[in-house]
């Protein structure tokens, strides 16, 4: 028991009691002969009022409310602490934001929507029960996020075989405006039409990899920042190139009777259902032009009509026949093979190589006929005077 009064006076006003709380009173006289007896307690209770002010509001990054309808650039969610009811239970809440005043349930978080991005508003609360309305909490204020980020412009920069590398905008602009680091969230479609995430980071380009050859592929693209995700871009289709096919080793070249030689090369099986041909090409003496003997699907030429004392290069190339298009793929050239005649003949017009498929025929076998004939009647009258003259000298 607490002394609150003492006095000649028959009343006495308490004040400051806490509302909706139980007291208890009692009494006793004081004279010249001493302390009375206290008096039997009195009990009393206080009248319920309005509740006290709100505390601990507060701006989160999250919607406590699982609403899903939460944009940090257009929303705010605010949260508080239940203020003492003071003997009535609280049946909502009053939020004051600027000149609007929204009425709430007895929840102690709200969504706030429909706002305008990176604007700054003055938030009040204040606790309403059966007896009225308590007061205002103390301003706060809280500020939207910007508008997250709009997609780049997604490009192809080069395609191969196996690879794409795309590239998208410069966003320094948006950089600025935002005053933080700009993440890109690039995905592409797989087989079951499900988009999955790639690359995540601040680079502007990237390279897919292990990709097949003259394929197409989809891929969207969205930013990310401080404000939130932004949206992802329109899907954009690109698609890998055809192989070229690969450089066969050196041809390999052996001399055959006459002035024929044959030219050998590996083969090379067909491109994902694309046929392929092989194409031989010779470069003779000191000429800087390689020229075209065959062009087919064979890997073996016999080439006639050779030049002694004169040096040939074979090489051959490998072209792949697109069978749903005209197009033809030469693949780089194989290193050149040198080859020269081994025998000695009289000095012919060089001509240009005649090629021709199986058992090659000579052009110049007349030629050589002749030459032998000429030879062998030389060396006859050479021994017919070498005879005279030294039957002479015996003589």
Not at 9 to 19: A, F, G
Not at 209 to 228: D, H
Not at 269 to 298: C, T, W
Not at 314 to 324: K, P
């Amino acid at each position: 028991m607490e002394l609150i009064y003492c006095g000649t006076d028959t009343q006495c006003e308490i004040s400051n009691l806490t509302p909706a709380t139980h007291y208890c009173c009692r009494l006793q006289a004081v004279n010249q002969a001493g302390v009375g007896p206290y008096s039997e307690l009195v009990s009393t209770q206080t009248g319920a009022t309005v509740p006290d002010v709100v505390s601990g509001v507060a701006v989160l990054d999250y919607d406590l409310s699982v609403s899903g309808q939460y944009a940090p650039s257009t929303c705010l969610a605010l949260k508080w602490d239940e203020p003492c009811s003071n003997g009535a239970e609280i049946s909502s809440y009053r939020l004051t934001v600027g000149e609007q005043v929204f009425q709430l349930d007895a929840s102690t978080c709200h969504l706030l929507q429909h706002l305008q991005p990176d604007t700054e508003y003055s938030v009040q609360i204040q606790a309403v029960n059966a007896v009225g309305s308590g007061p205002l909490c103390p301003p706060l204020l809280a500020r939207t996020k910007p508008l997250p980020p709009a997609p780049p412009r997604l490009e192809c920069s080069a395609a191969g075989p196996q690879s794409l590398k795309l590239k998208w905008g410069d966003t320094n602009s948006t950089k600025i405006q935002l005053g933080d680091e700009i993440l890109y969230n690039l995905q592409m479609e797989d087989k079951n039409h499900r988009f999955i995430t790639i690359y995540r980071g601040p680079s502007h380009t990237y390279k897919v990899q292990r990709l097949v050859e003259s394929s197409s592929y989809s891929f969207r693209i969205q930013a990310v920042s401080n404000a939130g995700e932004g949206p992802f871009s329109d899907t954009h289709s690109f698609s890998t190139i055809r192989s070229v096919p690969p450089a066969l080793k050196a041809p390999r070249v052996v001399q055959l009777e006459g002035n024929m030689c044959e030219v050998t090369w590996e083969s090379v099986q067909p491109m994902r259902r694309d046929p392929v041909s092989y194409l031989l090409q010779v470069l003779i003496g000191r000429e800087s032009d390689y020229k075209q003997v065959y062009k087919g699907d064979s890997t073996v030429f016999q080439i006639s009509g050779l030049q002694s004392n004169t040096d040939y290069r074979f090489r051959v190339a490998v072209c792949r026949q697109c069978v749903d298009s005209t197009q033809e793929l030469c693949g780089p050239p194989s290193p050149s093979t040198p080859f020269t005649l081994r025998r000695v003949e009289l000095p012919v017009p060089r001509d240009t190589p005649t090629v021709r498929m199986g058992k090659a025929a000579g052009l110049a076998g007349t030629d050589e006929r002749v030459a032998a004939l000429l030879v062998g009647a030389f060396s006859a009258l050479s021994f017919i005077i070498a005879f005279m003259v030294e039957y002479l000298f015996m003589k």
